[in-house]
């Protein structure tokens, strides 16, 4: 049995926007209908995005069997799923908010 966790075309797009996402920070999180296709397609993402030079936030969502976790309004219906979003969400624009230059440095150059 062969499990393909990332498919051939974001491969293709990872490795085609390579220089574009160098030493860019970057949030894994994913959905899957399954229990674990999420899982596994992260794992797979994460080492192609630290192959293509991003720095890839620590953490991950992994959204399991997404058909029943969305409320009819499209949010998600799981508190603990939505902290776990919110967290990493935070944790990149820290990382964002980290690299970036100071707006007195952007004006002198």
Known sequence: MRVLAISGSLRRASYNT????RNKPVAVIGAST?????????????KVLAAVGA?????EVAIGHVMNRFDED???SD??????????IRDLL????????????????
């Open 18 to 21: 390579a220089l574009l996402m």
């Open 34 to 46: 399954g229990e674990f296709g999420a899982v596994w397609g992260q794992a797979e993402l994460r």
């Open 74 to 76: 499209g949010r998600l």
């Open 55 to 59: 720095r890839v936030v620590d953490g």
């Open 94 to 109: 820290a990382e964002v908010d980290d690299r970036s230059p100071e707006p007195d440095t952007l004006a002198a150059a």
């Open 79 to 88: 508190p603990n799923l939505e902290e776990e979003m919110r967290e990493i």
